[in-house]
């Protein structure tokens, strides 16, 4: 099989792409900040509890066409400006965000009827699973099973009013017209485009976080819930 990659909804078959290698299973690095004293042995670490920007590349060649494909293919990736989702067939069941990085310095050969290029995407840390993208439905007090080493960060949508847990973390919505939207990773409540942090109460000051293990979810007075749990590795 071709190995390919997907972004922004459009695969790299569609320019007779040929990927050759992928740095892909990298992991990113932690952001700690390293302080030495003086007259102590060793360094101390600050960290910053995230993790920076990873860089993935892929190693791609052209053998037919190179011109006319290397030209369009140039045109598709530099004209998406920002992240997008990035998926490829090495990890058929992740997905990152990303963003073309540096600039392609392709090499022509045979009258440019073929050509090697390197293709740098600079990502967000997460490799997403599309097992994370399910919506778990609750319409009563459930459980939920977070398969990773790491803390996800869901989006939800509640409907009614009353209260709900997620773990150790309780909100209650005080007016909802229908359903509300919360959307743990930007810390924001709202329907559609209308902002709803008025009308929601956060119990335990914090929005809700699935902790790798079982989280269990709990209602009172709300009629159900939608939850998307957003799963992430590294």
């Known amino acids: 099989m071709m190995e390919f990659f997907v972004y922004n909804g459009k695969s790299s078959r569609e320019f007779n792409v040929v990927i050759n290698e992928h740095t892909g299973y990298n992991a990113p690095e932690r952001d700690c900040e390293i302080i030495e004293i003086p007259g102590m042995n060793g360094d101390l670490t600050l960290d910053?509890?995230?993790?920076k920007n990873i860089s993935v590349t892929y190693?791609?060649?052209?053998?037919?066409?190179?011109?006319?494909?290397?030209?369009?293919?140039?045109?598709?990736l530099?004209?998406?400006?920002?992240?997008?989702?990035?998926?490829?067939s090495f990890e058929p069941d992740y997905f990152r965000m990303a963003r073309v990085a540096d600039t392609m310095e392709p090499t022509a050969y045979a009258r440019a009827r073929a050509g090697q290029f390197d293709i740098q995407f600079d990502c967000k840390p997460q490799r997403f699973l599309k097992s994370g993208e399910e919506v778990h439905t609750f319409t009563a007090a459930g459980k939920i099973i977070n398969p990773t080493h790491y803390n996800a960060l869901p989006l939800l949508r509640v409907y009614g009013t009353g209260s709900f847990g997620i773990g150790s973390t309780t909100i209650t919505i005080n007016t909802a017209?229908?359903?509300t939207d919360i959307d743990c990773a930007i810390q924001d409540a709202y329907k559609g485009a209308v902002n709803c942090n008025g009308n929601i109460t956060l119990n335990s000051g914090d929005f809700p976080v699935l902790k790798p293990g079982e989280n269990g979810i709990s209602l009172s007075g709300i009629t159900k819930i939608e939850l998307t749990p957003r799963w992430w590795s590294i």
């Open 48 to 51: 910053n509890g995230r993790y």
């Open 59 to 76: 190693k791609c060649g052209i053998s037919y066409k190179f011109a006319d494909q290397i030209s369009a293919l140039k045109g598709w």
């Open 78 to 88: 530099y004209s998406n400006i920002g992240y997008h989702r990035l998926e490829d």
């Open 177 to 179: 017209d229908t359903y």
